[in-house]
């Protein structure tokens, strides 16, 4: 599995700086990276503690 995500980040056009960048966007309606929400945007919090914010989408600030 990491092979094949490290294979297809070598094959994009975006740098893994990028990808560092784009998942460290914060969210503005609950705080949260965008690496915290999951594929349909709802957060998932973090450090294995719910997000309470009842954010059910990621809005970038």
């Given at each position: 599995m990491?092979?094949?995500?490290?294979?297809?980040?070598?094959?994009?056009?975006?740098?893994?700086?990028?990808l560092i960048l784009h998942f460290r966007e914060k969210c503005k309606i609950c705080?949260?990276?965008?690496?915290?929400?999951?594929?349909?945007?709802?957060c998932e919090g973090v450090m294995n503690k719910p997000c309470t914010s009842g954010c059910d989408k990621f809005e970038a600030e």
């Open positions: 990491v092979d094949n995500i490290e294979s297809k980040i070598q094959n994009s056009y975006l740098s893994t700086d990028e705080g949260h990276h965008r690496i915290m929400h999951n594929a349909f945007g709802k």
